[in-house]
């Protein structure tokens, strides 16, 4: 059984994402998003109930940078490499990326943030502080083929300790993947709704920064990244940056860390075509004419091997 979103829902009410074989994670939904309530009841985050209208009002700072990715595409991967160029710094942030995650820490804590801070989030456009937008802050918008996105998601959300707590197997959650309610939101409406957002203002500095084209040539990326942000590099510096940024490296260097232990499990493989280990042939074709249908209006090009 999937779900059908009714746009007729009002804020703040609970519904329930489910696979086809009935395995459920409840969700909120705010606008557009839908965040799993097993993460806030567990006070993991503001409930976004009360937290996501203060969100829309926040102060915000000409200096402010907004990361934006759908789950599992990379935003802690490119989070360290823009704190390090923006800190002019190889070394790794003190915290994780969660502690800038907009829709995971208070108002008061995101205020507290020394600037320049690189906020990050999952949600759409309409649930952002409208700050962001009235003063064209920059934005860093990542794209990941969403075949590798739907095998990292399903090991995040039925990965021990994960607050998710799903229990299907991959089968069933490519039918919740492919359905319109989809704890943080449905991959096609995220993708679309954002494309569709940034036409609406074309005034908003935007930088689009490809997945596969990141790990494929990593240096030539970094300095895109970096005039974009409007810092000034050495080659060596963007060889340092790239070194300490590689997969293995970060996976060390943050998840082995004993302040993050916690969050170890964000970091599994980072490879471009790892989804050949997980589709059958038989869901291969259905999940591409999933994408036929849901993407045949969008302008992104998806990498699926390199």
């Known amino acids: 059984m999937t779900n059908r979103r009714d746009e007729d829902i009002a804020n703040g009410q609970f519904l329930q994402s489910c696979d086809k074989r009935g395995n459920c994670i409840e969700v909120c939904k705010y606008g557009e998003d839908f965040?799993?309530?097993?993460?806030?009841?567990m006070g993991h985050i503001p409930d976004p109930r009360t937290h996501f209208p203060l969100l829309r009002d926040m102060q915000i700072r000409d200096d402010d940078i907004l990361l934006?990715?759908?789950?599992?595409?990379?935003?802690?991967w490119v989070w360290e490499i823009i704190a390090m160029l923006t800190g002019q710094s190889t070394e790794?942030?003190?915290?994780?990326?969660?502690?800038?995650?907009?829709?995971?820490?208070?108002v008061e804590k995101l205020d507290a943030l020394p600037s320049p801070r690189i906020l990050n989030t999952h949600i759409r456009f309409n649930n952002i502080p409208k700050g962001l937008i009235e003063r064209k802050c920059?934005?860093?918008?990542?794209?990941?083929?969403?075949?590798?996105?739907?095998?990292?998601?399903?090991n995040h959300i039925s990965a021990k300790g994960s607050a998710f707590a799903y229990k299907g197997s991959f089968d069933d959650f490519l039918s919740l993947f492919m359905s319109d309610v989809v704890p943080h939101n449905a991959w096609p409406g995220y993708m679309t709704g954002w494309e569709t957002d940034f036409a609406l203002h074309p005034d908003v500095p935007r930088h689009i920064i490809y997945y596969e084209d990141l790990?494929?040539?990593p240096v030539h990326e970094v300095k895109m990244l970096a005039s974009y942000l409007n810092v000034t590099c050495t080659d060596s510096f963007i060889d340092e940056i790239v070194d300490k940024c590689s997969f293995a490296k970060l996976k060390e260097g943050k998840a082995g860390s004993p302040k993050n232990m916690k969050w170890n499990f964000l970091y599994r493989k980072g490879e471009v075509g790892e989804w050949k280990n997980w589709f059958t042939v038989a869901q291969n074709e259905e999940f591409d004419r999933f994408l036929q249908t849901s993407t045949k209006d969008?302008?992104?090009?998806?990498?699926?091997?390199?």
């Open 298 to 306: 969008s302008n992104f090009v998806y990498k699926y091997t390199i």
């Open 68 to 76: 934006c990715a759908y789950m599992k595409a990379g935003t802690h």
């Open 215 to 217: 790990k494929q040539n």
């Open 92 to 106: 790794y942030a003190a915290g994780p990326k969660e502690d800038t995650m907009i829709e995971f820490r208070s």
């Open 35 to 41: 965040i799993p309530t097993a993460i806030f009841k």
């Open 138 to 154: 920059r934005i860093v918008f990542v794209v990941r083929n969403p075949k590798d996105i739907a095998v990292s998601m399903y």
